[in-house]
């Protein structure tokens, strides 16, 4: 490269410069291959759309997974959130604590069982609720505490187990980020009263939507499987099964299934999770390497006690080492191709919440703060070294243009 050119290559996109990349890269993908489709097609073939043998054995595999009794499989990681909640009996009035910085679904499930979300402060390194955050929120009304292991990272589950049971307080793990991960070397699954998941194509593994809770309790999981099912006390099979055709509605459920279609997928899906746990891993320690001494940004902190799913790879920008805010450093890297994310705005400075629950800036300053300085670099298993390099050029670059 002549010196002019190697120049004009350094002027950022955003102001008229050659981006990085020629076509840009998302955070995430989903990974599906020949063996997914073949997978489906034959599910497809079968007797059994929904509510077939293909729910049970997929939920079999979890189980098996996660080392848990019971895994219980929805359409969302949604519906298992709803699903948890609902088993414990949450009504108007009670308390459940979540962390600031998650998905809107953690702290809805909570809404849509008519409880009360109350919002804990993470640890501003890790992005995990802190737990002493958490004793802060407890009150008398307090029912439940939701876990996000975020980016894939668990959770500090022996002192939120510790907090919750000298309380009678349950404990679920939203590990929609963290399928395959362990904490002291219990798989995530077993670590919560009940542990949710995710299987949207973003998620470690995908049924297009879909969801599983896992549990070791079997009054629980009755409860979710009856939930799912409009709170219907049999279904469809076990009806057949049985030779019996009648059925009662004993509360009021949902159609919360996830279809055999869905399962089958999962179940090809689950087969590859080594495979995708690899490669994350192996995406992760390329960005370690590449950021070890980088002054604008760093990499969030991870725990020596604790595997890790990397389904995001965050990092915190510096606001001292910059010159600009996230906002527009995160806009010059996605005109480099580089399609970097922000997870997650607050969810207690949503509007919704701010109205209904009279939540405010302040609540939970160090989410807050994080959430202005955080991005979610692409990491997922159809990137090529090839793509991990461009990300990390393209950083550079933009830290090059506003870095003090
Ligand atoms: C994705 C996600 C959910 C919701 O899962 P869906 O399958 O999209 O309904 C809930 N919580 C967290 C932390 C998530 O990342």
């Not at 009504?91 to 962390?99: A, H, L, N, R």
């Not at 349950?170 to 009940?194: N, Q, R, W, Y």
């Not at 309790?217 to 009806?239: K, P, W, Y």
């Not at 480099?336 to 949503?350: F, M, R, S, T």
Request: proline share 5%; aromatic share 8%.
């Amino acid at each position: 490269m002549s010196s002019q050119a190697q120049k004009s290559a350094e002027i950022l996109a955003i102001l008229g410069g050659v981006p990085v990349r020629a076509t840009p890269l998302g955070y995430g993908h989903q990974s599906v291959d020949e063996s997914d489709i073949r997978a489906v097609a034959e599910a497809l073939r079968s007797d059994w759309l929904t509510c077939g043998p293909g729910v049970q054995a997929f939920e079999e595999s979890i189980a098996n997974t996660c080392k848990a009794k019971h895994a219980i499989a929805v359409n969302s990681g949604t519906a298992a959130l709803h699903a948890a909640v609902h088993a414990l009996g949450i009504s108007p009035g009670d308390e459940v604590i979540v962390p600031a910085l998650t998905f809107a679904a953690t702290s809805n499930a909570v809404v849509y069982e008519e409880g009360t979300p109350v919002f804990a402060d993470v640890d501003a390194e890790t992005l995990l609720i802190d737990p002493a955050s958490v004793a802060d929120k407890v009150t008398d009304k307090t029912k439940a505490v939701i876990a996000v292991d975020y980016a894939g990272q668990p959770c500090d589950y022996k002192a939120l187990r510790a907090l919750c049971d000298a309380r009678g307080i349950a404990l679920i793990a939203d590990a929609c980020h963290s399928l395959g991960a362990s904490f002291e070397a219990k798989p995530v699954g077993t670590l919560a009263d009940m542990s949710t998941f995710s299987f949207h194509p973003v998620k470690p593994l995908t049924t297009g939507e879909g969801g599983m809770i896992t549990t070791h309790s079997a009054d629980l999981a009755r409860r979710m499987r009856q939930f799912r099912n409009h709170g219907i006390s049999t279904d469809v099979r076990e009806r057949e099964l049985k030779g019996a055709w009648g059925y009662e509605m004993t509360e009021l459920g949902y159609n919360y299934r996830l279809s055999d279609i869905a399962c089958t997928l999962g179940m090809s899906q689950l087969k590859r999770l080594p495979e995708f746990l690899e490669r994350r891993t192996q995406i992760a320690s390329l960005y370690d390497a590449a950021f070890a001494t980088t002054e604008a940004y760093r990499p969030l902190e991870r725990l020596a006690d604790r595997t890790h799913a990397h389904h995001l790879y965050v990092v915190h920008l510096d606001d001292k080492k910059l010159t600009c805010d996230r906002n527009t450093f995160l806009g010059a890297l996605r005109a480099e191709g580089i399609l970097a994310n922000v997870h997650y705005p607050p969810v207690h400075l949503h509007p919704y919440y701010q109205d209904n629950f009279d939540t405010r800036p302040g609540l939970c300053p160090r989410a807050e703060f994080a959430a202005n300085w955080i991005l979610s670099l692409p990491i997922h298993c159809e990137m090529t070294n090839e793509d991990v390099r461009s990300v990390v050029v393209g950083l550079s670059k933009v830290a090059g243009y506003y870095g003090r």
